[in-house]
């Protein structure tokens, strides 16, 4: 029984992998009249199931299951992830808790776990997971590195940097472990790992993912060391070798950015039926690394308000409701004729349902994407009591911060100088078409004025969220909660204003952004420093 199985299971993963899916459906219904109650049957059949996209029946073949010990784990986490997958968060992080605690999962599936509860905005429950397993599985690298990063996210420095030591004497080349030692700490002249950088891209200098972590890694440290020059030719290196892989086209992006500016006008706006009333969600927009975790952190530290973290939820559902449209209703459909035909109503309750699920009983909450500047009209049609706050920087500052990020599997366009100009230009023309569509809708936050004088800036964002003053607001920086972003260092600080102006170290090197973004009219090229 055992071998005739194992050739039909075999078989299914090819069906599945080749994306023979009706194959593959026809093969679930044999497996489960031949061995049925079988975990590995039900198992297969789930996953056929989640590729055709019904997740409801998925989780249903293996609810119907009754326990059986081999396989517990293994079900469990599946069943983690599927709820996770149905935006069942609640259930998710309970299914993920309890399956960690009595199903004794392998180191595999103690990382899927971990990462539910990670992706739940419970980080220091990963945490705790992830130190349980190690303790369980001494030296398993994956494990070492997903709990520095869970200690990196809760503010365990020290433990996350002992942790990182154990991991690269076992294997001294991994990318991540070199790039989040980084960034745990400023480096000094007495204390970083500049040589022991340099030296690990001379071993291995064809190894991609290594040059690219350990050149971010490289470029920061001597940033922090002032040696621009050397910084901005690591990062130069770096982002170059990330580019050199990504599948990505960025006339087409800004193609598709601008078939929403031409398609939602403020007519669409007005013919569009009514939203989802809620008063709770509160939106920070705009590019990454201009301000909008510290936003995030005051509004956060109100009393009032829950974050529930970089929220992929709302452009999700909008295309999953869009493809719901064009494979039944309206299949010859433009995308972007069909995303203004949706029911905004019930864009708007799906919305609510899902995050309100990580917002703790909290009337107020945060979803901090920055990419949903993109969909602002869509956003407050569907919630029409929503706030939104956009947050300004100075272009340059903004795109040498977004440069010199390392996202992993994030912002395609960050990693060329000439994409990122134009990808720029193009954001600053979508902002300026919301503000013109939704007049008096989106509170622009510039983050020099915030930086220099936050409490009058703390006031107003509070004032527009209908939020009443909290001093304690100012005192973000002390509070112990997580941060699950890049900035998860910065504002762990209080507010600081040496970031202002940080391009000019490195304007030899911006030369073409600065131009680029001088001939669209964003700065006059008098007031900017002469190309060299």
């Known amino acids: 029984m055992a071998n005739a199985l194992q050739a039909l299971l075999d078989n299914g993963v090819q069906l599945l992998n080749a994306q023979r899916l009706d194959d593959a459906e026809r093969l679930a219904a044999v497996l489960l009249g031949r061995f049925p109650g079988h975990p590995l049957a039900h198992l297969f059949a789930a996953d056929t199931a989640d590729a055709r996209g019904d997740r409801t029946a998925a989780l249903a073949y293996?609810?119907?299951?009754?326990?059986?010990?081999?396989?517990?784990?293994?079900?469990?986490?599946?069943?983690?992830?599927?709820?996770?997958?149905?935006?069942r968060r609640a259930q998710a992080r309970s299914a993920a808790s309890a399956a960690a605690r009595g199903r004794d999962p392998d180191p595999a599936q103690c990382r899927s776990l971990a990462q539910i509860l990670s992706d739940c905005q419970d980080p220091e429950g990963a945490r705790l997971l992830l130190l349980e397993a190690l303790r369980r599985f001494?030296?398993?690298?994956?494990?070492?590195?997903?709990?520095?990063?869970?200690?990196?996210?809760?503010?365990?420095?020290?433990?996350?940097?002992?942790h990182l030591a154990a991991?690269?004497?076992?294997?001294?080349?991994h990318p991540g472990a070199l790039h989040l030692r980084s960034t745990l700490r400023t480096q000094t002249p007495e204390r970083n790992h500049v040589a022991d950088l340099e030296q690990r891209l001379q071993a291995e200098p064809r190894r991609l993912n290594l040059v690219v972590a350990a050149s971010f890694a490289l470029a920061k440290e001597?940033?922090?060391?002032?040696?621009?020059?050397?910084?901005?030719?690591?990062?130069?290196?770096?982002?170059?070798?990330?580019?050199?892989?990504?599948?990505?086209?960025?006339?087409?992006?800004?193609a598709a950015h601008a078939a929403i500016r031409a398609k939602f006008t403020a007519q669409t706006l007005a013919s569009i039926g009514p939203g989802y009333v809620d008063d709770g969600p509160i939106f920070i927009v705009g590019m990454p690394r201009t301000g909008t975790t510290l936003v995030e952190r005051i509004?956060?530290?109100?009393?009032?308000?829950?974050?529930?973290?970089?929220?992929?939820?709302?452009?999700?559902?909008?295309?999953?409701?869009?493809?719901e449209r064009l494979s039944t209703d309206a299949p010859d459909e433009l995308d972007v004729d069909a995303s203004l035909r949706l029911d905004f109503r019930e864009l708007g309750r799906r919305y609510i349902e899902s995050a309100r699920q990580l917002a703790g009983g909290?009337?107020?909450?945060?979803?901090?994407?920055?990419?949903?500047?993109?969909?602002?009209?869509?956003?407050?049609?569907?919630?029409?009591?929503?706030?939104?706050?956009?947050?300004?920087?100075?272009p340059l500052d903004t795109c040498y911060a977004v440069y010199k990020t390392l996202f992993f599997n994030a912002y395609s366009y960050s990693y060329d100088l000439?994409?990122?100009?134009?990808?720029?230009?193009?954001?600053?023309?979508?902002?300026?078409?919301?503000?013109?569509?939704?007049?008096?809708?989106?509170?622009?936050v510039t983050y020099e004025e915030f930086v220099r004088d936050p409490e009058p800036q703390a006031r107003r964002v509070l004032d527009w969220c209908g939020l009443p003053w909290?001093?304690?607001?100012?005192?973000?920086?002390?509070?112990?909660?997580?941060?699950?972003?890049?900035?998860?260092?910065?504002?762990?600080?209080?507010?600081?204003?040496?970031?202002?102006?940080?391009?000019?170290?490195?304007?030899?090197?911006l030369a073409a952004v600065r131009d680029r973004l001088a001939q669209a009219g964003f700065g006059a090229p008098e007031a900017l420093p002469p190309s060299s």
């Not at 509070?479 to 490195?506: D, K, L, N």
């Open 62 to 87: 293996l609810e119907s299951l009754t326990p059986n010990p081999p396989y517990d784990a293994q079900i469990e986490v599946r069943k983690a992830q599927l709820l996770f997958a149905l935006r």
């Open 138 to 162: 001494s030296n398993q690298p994956q494990l070492l590195a997903d709990l520095a990063r869970a200690e990196f996210h809760v503010n365990r420095v020290d433990d996350a940097e002992r």
């Open 167 to 173: 991991l690269l004497e076992i294997e001294p080349f």
């Open 222 to 254: 001597y940033e922090d060391l002032e040696r621009y020059r050397e910084s901005f030719a690591a990062l130069s290196r770096g982002a170059k070798a990330y580019r050199s892989v990504l599948t990505y086209d960025s006339r087409s992006e800004l």
């Open 299 to 323: 509004l956060t530290s109100h009393s009032e308000v829950q974050a529930v973290g970089e929220l992929t939820d709302f452009p999700l559902l909008m295309t999953e409701m869009v493809d």
């Open 362 to 394: 909290r009337r107020y909450f945060v979803d901090k994407l920055p990419y949903n500047f993109l969909y602002c009209g869509y956003i407050l049609a569907a919630l029409p009591n929503a706030k939104i706050i956009h947050l300004r920087r100075d």
């Open 418 to 444: 000439d994409e990122l100009a134009e990808y720029y230009v193009g954001y600053l023309a979508h902002m300026d078409h919301w503000h013109r569509v939704l007049p008096g809708r989106i509170l622009d």
């Open 470 to 509: 909290q001093a304690s607001v100012l005192d973000f920086h002390a509070q112990q909660r997580p941060s699950m972003t890049a900035s998860a260092m910065q504002v762990r600080r209080p507010i600081y204003t040496h970031s202002i102006g940080a391009w000019r170290h490195v304007e030899f090197g």
